[in-house]
């Protein structure tokens, strides 16, 4: 029976990691391919965000390499084996889904999460003897907007929250002008602490509108990036050096970027 492709990736990390294999792979450890993991999952981010299949295919490959390579390593050291965390998340998907699995019901999406989150913090007590917070399991190197989104999530959960989207509307103006004061006094430290307040709250009135900040700041980047580059070669086009021309000259090449963009529906 031929092996499955799953079965035949791991037959190549076993070939990489023998006595006679790659010198490079043999030396790494889970702990060194955690750089590795990140910058893999980054890209994968990319590539789905661009919308590119191919692109895709390829970094999900990449990812799943370095996921088996991980689970390769823990079973080398008599850990764990690959089968034992499928399992327990198979498990744990169960668990975390009674009514899907079971005979729960929920009214609505808020009492599913809330019952989510509920399950998770029975998990973890039960697996430790005690209680956890609401955030021990919120992973310290999350990048900062996805944390406020993740924060104000869990919080949501539990209830506490703004009950109406209008107030978390009030909120950011008030943090808008918290911002503006601490902008005119020349407190370095006042600034960045209303600004860090000001993009927090943002986080959560884009949460409550079913809109992740970080997915929207990376579009935002993107959209920049791209039109700047237009820019770049429409002055070319023209003979003329980007970087010499006037504020004013840059915003036509910008205007004609963005109108190309609206043109084109991108």
Partial sequence: MPKSALEELQAVIDRLIAPDGCPWDREQTPQSLTEYI???CHELVSAIRSGKAVDVCEELGDVAFLLLF???????????????????????MIRRHPHV???????????????????????????????????????????????????????ARVGFTWQEDEEVEQQV???????LDASA??????????????????AELGRR???????????ANRRFLRRFRRM???????????SA?????KDEFWNAAKAEEAKDGS
Avoid at 136 to 149: F, I, Q, R
């Fill in 38 to 40: 990140i910058e893999e």
């Fill in 70 to 92: 991980v689970a390769r390593l823990y079973a080398g050291q008599g850990a764990f084996t690959l089968d034992d965390a499928l399992n327990a998340t198979r498990a744990k």
């Fill in 101 to 155: 699995f079971g005979q729960a019901h929920f009214e609505n999406m808020d009492e599913q999460l809330k019952a989510w989150e509920n399950i998770k913090r029975a998990e973890h007590a039960q697996g430790e003897g005690k209680p956890r917070g609401l955030y021990d399991s919120l992973p310290e190197s999350l990048p900062p907007l996805t944390k406020a989104y993740r924060i104000n999530s869990k919080a």
């Fill in 173 to 179: 103006e008030a943090e808008w002008l918290e911002w």
């Fill in 185 to 202: 006094n020349g407190d370095t430290c006042a600034r960045q602490h209303e600004l860090g307040d000001l993009l927090f709250s943002i």
């Fill in 209 to 219: 509108k079913g809109i992740k900040a970080s997915e929207a700041l990376d579009m």
């Fill in 232 to 242: 770049e070669e429409l002055a070319q086009a023209q003979g003329k050096d980007f």
């Fill in 245 to 249: 021309l006037s504020l004013d000259e």
